[in-house]
């Protein structure tokens, strides 16, 4: 019944199914790295009183 549905509405809007997948697959992969990108910043929020500014660290690598 969903392919069915699938089919009568790429017809309606005259879209082929491999670009309407295409898209619903780019767009489903970037909400996954949304989330995780916002997990990741929750995360690294709580460490953010420690850290020391990027100068400092390039000057300890050698870098300025």
Known sequence: EVINEFK????EQGIKY???IEEAIKEKLEEE???EDILDFKTLRK???SAIPFEKYLRGRGGI
């Open 18 to 20: 491999s670009f309407f």
């Open 8 to 11: 009568i509405f790429c017809k």
């Open 33 to 35: 790295e949304l989330k």
């Open 47 to 49: 460490e953010e009183g």
